[in-house]
């Protein structure tokens, strides 16, 4: 398990209501409406699956920025997509993912060395690492 050595950040956030519900940081930058799976798209509101799609892909994308910083390579216009899938598991629900990571004017092999170098850096692959299981891959945009 990887433990900060000291904390320089918390994010705090409370909810109310479930996954129909409402969120709001004490900071006051986050303040969410949320939408439950089956209604995403019918309205206001984000998912917490989109929400966590969200953080999850600017992470890894700072990680991308990191590997490439590490390699000595542009990464101009890296983009990160994470697709998370939420379904039945037992007697519960479970998530998967899936990374996609593109840079512009990068061979494939090149970009995916990145992406798991990435993968290997970023904090919520780290936090989810052998509780979600996750795809991370080069691809073309």
Known sequence: M??????TYTARVTSSGGRAGHAI??????DVQLASPAHAGEGP???PEELFAAAWSACFNSSVLEAAREAGVDCSGATV???????????????TARIEVS???????TVQDLADRAHQLCAYS????GNVPAEVRAVER
């Open 2 to 7: 990887d433990v900060p050595e000291r904390i």
């Open 25 to 30: 940081s004490d900071a006051g930058s986050l």
């Open 45 to 47: 509101g984000a998912t």
């Open 81 to 95: 997509t994470v697709s998370l899938g939420l379904g039945p598991h037992q007697d519960s629900a479970a998530v």
């Open 103 to 109: 840079v512009p004017g990068l061979d494939l092999p």
């Open 126 to 129: 780290k936090a989810t690492r």
